[in-house]
C-alpha cells in the first residue's frame, strides 16, 4: 500500500479531539440546520462540517458520492445520502495511524466519545467495497479490525472502549457505569462498557472477513492481537455454551456477569448478574442486547444466528488461506452448533403466523416474541446470511415483527411506523428498523415507502436519528449516530441498484 494522503489531518485528532481546535463539536453543529438547504419538500439542510474540520476525507469516496446522487433525481433524498454516506468519514475518525505495517482507527459512535465493536463495524460496511481500490480506504478498515483485535484481547467481555493511550485522545468517562458488580472486573481506562454483548464477537468477524474478501490482504492476521483474540473468542464461545446447572444440579461458576445498582430494569441482569438459568441447546448465552439492554433469556436468537454465520465466514477464510486450521476446524463446528440450537430451540408455533423465529429463549421452553430495532435483530435474518429472504419461517416472521398487534415494540403513527426498541420507550421508531425493513423487502411499493419515511424523518436536521416519535417530529433521540446513517446509506444504495429511478 502506497503512504497516506490523509495521514496529516488524521492526526489533528491525536491532539484536539474528533475535530480540530478550530472546528465545532459536531454535537453542536448536527443539532442546528445549516444552508443550503434542498430545493424539496423536506428542505434539507446541508450537514457535512467544513472540508478543513472532516476527520477522514477521501476523493475515492467523493466521486462515490457523485456517482450516487447523480442517479438520485428527488433533491431531498439527494441532499440527505449527501449529507449520511460520508458522515462516518466527516466526523467519526477520532484517531487513525496510517502505517503500512500496522494501521490503527478509533471510531466514535457520534455523539457518544467511545467505540462499540458493532457500531464500529457498521459504520464502516458502506466503503469496505472501495477498500478493493483505495489504498487509504483499505488502511483505514484494516486499521478498525486491528483496533478492535487489540481491544477484545485486552477485555473480550467489553462491548464499548476508550480511546488507546498512544492516541493522545482524552479519556470519557461513562457516567452510567457505576455502582457496578461485574465479573470478570474492568480497567475504565480501557473498556468504556462492559456489557457483554455476544453480536460484538460476530461484528469482530464480519469487518475481518469482508475486509480480506474486498482486498485480499491478510496481513492483519499475523498481527498477534488478531490471531489471539480470535482463539479466546471460539474458547469464550464454547464455555458460553454450557447450561447454568451441571449434572449434578449444582450452579456453574459463571463466565461472565453483569450486576448494577439502578431503577432501570434493562440496566442490570438477573440471577445476581449472571442471566437466567438455561440448558444446552448449542446457542451462545449473551448478557446484553445489541441496543446494550439487558436480555430477558440468554439466548438472544438474532444474536446467536448472526454469530453462525460469521464463524462459518471466518473459517471458510482461513480454509481458503490455509492459516490457524485448527481455529478454522472449531469455527465450524461452533457455526454447526449454534446454527441447529437456533432452529431446534430459538423457534415456536405461533398461533396467527404458524413457525417463528423467537427473540429469546431458554432451553426450557420458554421464549420472548418480539424484535427490537438493533441489529441483528429478527428483521434482520435475511440481511445477515442466516436465512433465505424466502425461507418460510422468516417470511412468517417478518410478517409477525411488522405488525403492531403482534410485536409489542412495532408503534405506528401520524409521523413514522416501525420497530422501536425497549431502549427509547414506547412510541418510538428506530429509522435503522425502517431502512432494515427496505433492505429485506422485494416489494418496491415497500421499498419506496421506507424511503419516503426515512427523508421525512429528520426533524429538519438531515440526518438520521437514533428514534424518533411517532406522533411528535421533534421528539428524537441522538441527532448524531453514525451507525444509523451508514445503514441507511447502504439501503439507499441497495434501492436505487435494483429499483431504479425509485428516487
Known sequence: MKTSASTALLLIAATAGVFGAECPSYTDYSSTPHSPVSKGKYRIPSMRPPPDC???SNPTIEQALRN???????PDWRQLFTNIFPNTLDTTVAWHDSNETSPYTFLVTGDITAQWIRDSTNQLLPYVPYAAIDDDVARLVAGLVNMQAEELLGNPYGNAFQPPRRSGLELTENGIAVDLTVTPPFDNTTVFEAKF???SFASFFQISSMYWRATG???FMYNRAWGQSVSNILGIIERLQEP???TKHLVNKPLVAYSRLTNTATETQFGGGMGNPVKYTGMAKTLFRPSDDATIFPFLVPANAFLSVELQRLASMLDQIGVYLEMSSVAKTLAEQIRRGVFEHGTVVHPKYGRVFA??????GSAVIMDDANGPSLLGLAYQ????ANDPVYQNTRRMVLSADDNPWYFTGAYIHGVGSPHTGFQKVWPMAVAMQGLTSSNRTEVKQCLDQLVATTSGLGLMHESVHVYRPNDYTRSWFAWCNSLVSQFVIDAIIRFPGII
Open 244 to 246: 447454568t446447572y451441571n
Open 197 to 199: 454483548e455476544l453480536d
Open 385 to 388: 446470511g442466516f436465512v433465505d
Open 217 to 219: 490482504d491478510y496481513d
Open 54 to 56: 472532516r476527520t477522514f
Open 359 to 364: 427473540y429469546e429463549t431458554d432451553g426450557y
Open 68 to 74: 450516487i446522487t447523480s442517479a438520485i433525481s428527488d
